[in-house]
């Protein structure tokens, strides 16, 4: 395979994974709508929401670096 052909064979997979992470932020919009409908407070849907970090995962790690002060 060719320089060029990695590339698109790239670009597919990134617009693929684009697709399918569309969806699952449309997902998780109807997921919320539906817990504050129910009377959720914002405040534990924030915290729902947010990645739980493994910290034996790399990127646990990255997360760390990036939020580092």
């Given at each position: 395979?060719?320089?060029?052909?990695?590339?698109?064979?790239?670009?597919?997979?990134?617009?693929?994974?684009?697709?399918?992470?569309?969806?699952?932020?449309?997902?998780?919009?109807?997921?919320?709508?539906?817990?504050?409908?129910?009377?959720?407070?914002?405040?534990?849907?924030?915290?729902?929401?947010?990645?739980?970090?493994?910290?034996?995962?790399p990127?646990?790690?990255?997360?760390?670096?990036?939020?580092?002060?």
């Open positions: 395979m060719n320089q060029l052909d990695l590339i698109r064979a790239a670009a597919e997979d990134v617009a693929s994974a684009r697709v399918l992470l569309r969806e699952r932020e449309e997902t998780l919009d109807a997921i919320v709508q539906t817990a504050l409908e129910y009377g959720v407070p914002m405040a534990q849907v924030d915290e729902a929401k947010s990645p739980s970090w493994n910290a034996a995962t990127t646990a790690d990255e997360h760390q670096a990036l939020t580092a002060p």
